[in-house]
């Protein structure tokens, strides 16, 4: 969408989309949908690591349940480190870029800290976790975004018709209990085992 209006801010894209799929929901609705329920899905995709793994590296379970070491050309996950070997990839940067990027304990070069690197899992982040304690504390983050959305979206059943109601509905109760649980015990089952393959 942003493609046709380069303008458009994400708050003008929500907007449009709920006005298209909800019409009978009033404009101050459509702003509270967009905080209570559309925020916390996108933010619970992330924090459960869906997608695209911790931070960019990707998570490939094998049959077994462990992960996958390579799961993309230049990611590492193992027993004592995670991240993406890209070698000598910030020097490619301006100087004032690559000093952010760089900085392991900013919380902006944080957010793609993996993508430049390979690092242990005891390495501290600026929240004062480690990245392993991270990666748990993101997953229960997650799950609690996941029922937070679920439990918003109960609000607006005055407003949605019957039918999308009941969809979206089923759908938001199942990413809550089943996919975010789901998730939950295959990140932590494969990194125990990751540990256990260090004794």
């Given amino acids: 969408r942003l493609a046709w209006n380069t303008s458009a801010s994400v708050a003008d894209v929500h907007d449009e989309w709920l ?22 899905s996108e933010s619970a995709a992330r924090q459960l690591q869906l997608y695209h793994g911790y931070r960019g590296v990707w998570y490939k379970f094998q049959e077994d349940g462990s992960l996958e ?33 760089g900085n392991v304990s900013n ?14 899992y005891y390495t ?25 959305m679920t439990t918003a979206f109960a609000t607006f059943r005055s407003s949605i018709p019957p039918s999308p109601w009941n969809y979206t509905k089923a759908s938001f109760d199942y990413f809550a209990t089943v996919t975010a649980a789901e998730q939950v015990v295959a990140v932590k089952k494969a990194f125990a085992m990751l540990n256990a393959s260090i004794s």
């Fill in 19 to 40: 006005s298209l799929t909800y019409p009978t929901m009033s404009s101050a609705e459509r702003v509270r949908f967009a905080s209570t329920v559309l925020a916390p």
């Fill in 69 to 101: 070491a390579e799961p993309l050309d230049g990611q590492h996950i193992n027993a004592t480190h995670i991240g993406d070997d890209n070698g000598d990839v910030l020097t490619s940067y301006q100087p004032a870029a690559a000093a952010v990027y």
């Fill in 124 to 148: 501290r982040l600026s929240s004062g976790r480690t990245i392993l304690e991270d990666i748990f504390y993101s997953l229960s983050q997650g799950q609690a975004a996941a029922t937070a």
């Fill in 107 to 120: 919380p902006v070069g944080e957010e793609v800290l993996l993508f430049f690197r390979v690092l242990p």
